[in-house]
């Protein structure tokens, strides 16, 4: 509508007729019609009103002063434990489960942050664009889902940068956070992430999603978690294969946290209330993927 709106504004003031006047001549507003005064000021309004849009959605974005804390070595696993706030989190999309998900989050008005695959983006158009008017934030996730302390050096810019380039594309924001693909990081891999701009972050409840196929276990993975308190960060999947089951335990989740007075919010908004959990080399066991490739 602004856009529009200033469209309209800049063409009637292009068009309009010449006065004659110089640049060195009397004010030039001064004999300008009513329309061509409110064209000018239409446009600006149009200027400042998408200037205000960015700046709101740079914030969102924002994961704040409590991340420049972390050491750059480290990524995070968790938020402060304060309010009601926790994050729901879905890897390896986007894919065709990911419009579900969307829908739900928006019916339960909450958020979540997509990790996504590069690979997965050209396969899947529309989808980050959507998720994001909804006020939802997109993480890297890798381009083929590689575990990264398997990678050389050009191979850790492959997976990321051009995973990086393609969420920007799609969404208009770049990436802040990065989730290593398998949980699989060392320091040298978090120092890279860290270099680009983006913080890695990893997980406090896993749902186990990826090899289930009961909704109602998926949900109690949540639910009856002792670690479901305000901060948690919760591992789902929405892409790459069927997520049905997935999206079958997404109301149930929705639910439960309803029903504890809980609301899934970003990353980034969790981040923002306060210092993070620190997720340090070692505190998850490598996967076989990258002990095959050392």
Same mark, same amino acid.
């Given at each position: ?5 200033? %469209? ?22 001064? #004999? %300008?019609?009513?329309?061509? %005064?409110?064209?000018? =000021? ?70 979540? +942050? ?6 997965? &983006?050209?396969?899947? @158009? ?29 191979? $850790?810019?492959?997976?990321?940068? !051009? +995973? ?13 956070? /990065?989730?290593? @693909?398998?949980? !699989? ?16 972050? $990893?997980?406090?409840? !896993?749902?186990?999603?990826?090899? $289930?196929?009961?909704?109602? +276990? ?9 670690? %479901?308190?305000?901060?948690? &960060? ?6 790459? /294969?069927?997520?049905? /089951? #997935? ?5 149930? &989740? ?16 969790? $981040? *923002?209330?306060?210092? @993070? #959990?620190?997720? *340090? ?9 990258? =002990?095959?490739?050392?």
């Amino acid at each position: 509508m602004l856009v529009g709106l200033a %469209l309209v504004g800049v063409l009637i003031y292009a068009f309009r007729p010449s006065d004659g006047g110089s640049a060195s001549g009397p004010d030039p507003t001064a #004999t %300008l019609s009513a329309v061509d %005064l409110a064209a000018q =000021k239409a446009a600006k309004s149009a200027e400042a009103g998408a200037k205000a849009v960015d700046e709101l959605e740079q914030r969102a974005w924002s994961i704040g002063e409590y991340a420049s804390q972390v050491p750059s070595s480290d990524g995070v696993n968790a938020g402060a434990e304060r309010g009601n706030m926790v994050a729901l989190t879905f890897d390896d999309g986007p894919g065709k489960d990911t419009w579900d998900v969307l829908a739900l989050l928006k019916r339960y008005k909450m958020r979540a +942050t997509f990790f996504v695959i590069g690979q997965n &983006i050209e396969n899947n @158009p529309g989808v980050i664009a959507a998720a994001v008017r909804d006020g939802n934030v997109v993480g890297d996730h890798s381009w083929t889902h590689a575990s990264l302390p398997s990678l050389d050096q050009s191979g $850790l810019t492959r997976e990321i940068m !051009d +995973t990086k380039s393609a969420i920007q594309r799609e969404a208009g924001q770049a990436p802040r956070l /990065m989730r290593p @693909p398998f949980g !699989d990081f060392t320091a040298k891999t978090n120092e890279y992430v860290r270099s680009k701009g983006m913080l890695p972050v $990893l997980w406090t409840i !896993d749902t186990d999603d990826w090899q $289930l196929k009961d909704p109602g +276990t998926i949900a109690a993975n949540v639910l009856n978690s002792p670690a %479901l308190k305000p901060g948690a &960060i919760i591992l789902l999947h929405d892409g790459s /294969m069927n997520r049905q /089951m #997935t999206v079958n335990a997404l109301p149930m &989740i929705l639910d439960g946290l309803v029903a504890r007075g809980l609301r899934s919010v970003t990353v980034p908004e969790l $981040l *923002r209330q306060g210092p @993070p #959990t620190i997720a *340090r080399p070692g505190d998850y066991t490598l996967s076989d993927y990258a =002990k095959q490739s050392n």
